[in-house]
């Protein structure tokens, strides 16, 4: 089988408390398969070329932060894009990197079951973008199937306890309210989810 390679687009460095504990370098790779009304990267995953890069060489180019990684417990974040697409890729890469690193992934779970699973096996933590639990709120502001993301997370949370899933809820301006924000966070609850995380999109129109 053909070595996966991962679509980079760019890394982002030291940074704190935004993708995960301590230290991170945020991998973002090219690639998702929903078509957020808001989303910021929507430009970026169109226009720019992503450079196929190995394992191997990524980790080459993260390791330069590997003291800080070890002393603040913190380690690389993918995503994107979305970066289950590449679990493959992630898990190549975490057989590759100390154990002492942790190793994220940023993900709307909108996409095969099977990707989710090897996921589990490869990644330390997961920050969810739920979007919204309404499959028709979902489906008018993503394009995608509220019920895939659902099915997902009930797959993730049983391999992987809540403990390592953060669940972004957010209020999507013109698509829902703080009472679809508050219903949603009732919702994951009923689903096992701990770690929770409410904010509101900030617009900036094209
Ligand atoms: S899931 Fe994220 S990257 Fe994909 S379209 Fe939505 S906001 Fe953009």
């Known amino acids: 089988m053909a070595e996966p390679r991962y679509p980079l687009l760019s890394l982002s460095r030291l940074r704190m408390g935004i993708d995960g504990p301590g230290v991170t370098t945020l991998i973002a790779g090219a690639g998702c398969p929903l078509q957020c009304r808001w989303c910021i990267n929507r430009k970026l995953l169109r226009e720019v070329t992503a450079e196929p890069v190995t394992a191997e060489v990524l980790y080459e180019r993260v390791r330069i932060d590997d003291l800080y990684f070890r002393a603040s417990g913190g380690g690389v974040c993918f995503g994107g894009g979305e970066a289950l697409l590449h679990a493959d890729f992630i898990r190549r890469f975490r057989a590759l990197c100390p ?108």
């Open 99 to 206: 154990s002492e690193w942790l190793v994220g992934a940023e993900t709307s779970l909108s996409v095969a079951p099977e990707l989710v699973r090897i996921a589990a096996g490869a990644v330390d933590f997961f920050l969810v973008d739920c979007k919204d639990m309404n499959a028709d709120i979902y489906r008018r502001y993503t394009g995608g199937d509220a019920a895939l993301m659902k099915e997902n997370l009930r797959l993730l949370l049983d391999a992987v306890g809540p403990e390592r899933v953060t669940v972004r809820v957010p209020l999507i301006p013109q698509y829902s309210t703080s009472a679809d924000q508050s219903r949603n966070v009732e919702t994951l609850k009923g689903m096992g989810v701990t770690k929770l995380d409410c904010f509101e999109y900030v617009i900036k129109e094209e």
